[in-house]
């Protein structure tokens, strides 16, 4: 069994292009991932909301405050509330709106757009 004589590994260029496409994508993660979790944890505190009960029956303000306290809980600062998140009063008791994009600039003058919507309703 003979071994081959001549052995060739990765050169320069091909480093420099591994490089550069697992940089890339370690820098397309580290952008997009704290966009996602933040969406998961503002849909799952509106769930929360739409578990508990009378929580439709309650005042605006009241809905208004109880969300703004478990945002602040779970870390959520950079949200506009009045611009993203809209009660809604009907028959059937409160629906919350939440609709909102976030734009986070990836490299130079090339942004990542990522637009969310969800809709909850409140029971009585």
């Known amino acids: ?7 060739r590994g990765l050169g320069a260029i091909g480093w420099l292009v591994l490089v550069f496409v697992f ?13 996602y979790t933040d969406n998961a944890t503002i849909e799952r505190i509106l769930d929360g909301l739409a578990a508990e009960p009378e929580m439709g029956s309650k005042s605006t303000g009241a809905i208004d405050k109880i969300i703004k306290a478990r945002f602040h809980v779970n870390n959520i600062r950079d949200f506009d509330y009045s611009k993203n998140l809209t009660i809604v009063r009907d028959n ?10 976030v734009r986070v600039p990836l ?7 990522a637009s969310f919507n969800k809709t909850v309703a409140l029971q009585n």
């Open 1 to 7: 069994m003979g071994l081959p004589q001549h052995q």
């Open 23 to 35: 940089g890339s994508l370690l820098t397309l993660g580290l952008k997009v991932v704290p966009v």
């Open 92 to 101: 059937d008791g409160a629906r919350i709106i939440l609709d909102y994009e």
């Open 107 to 113: 490299v130079y003058n090339l942004d990542l757009i």
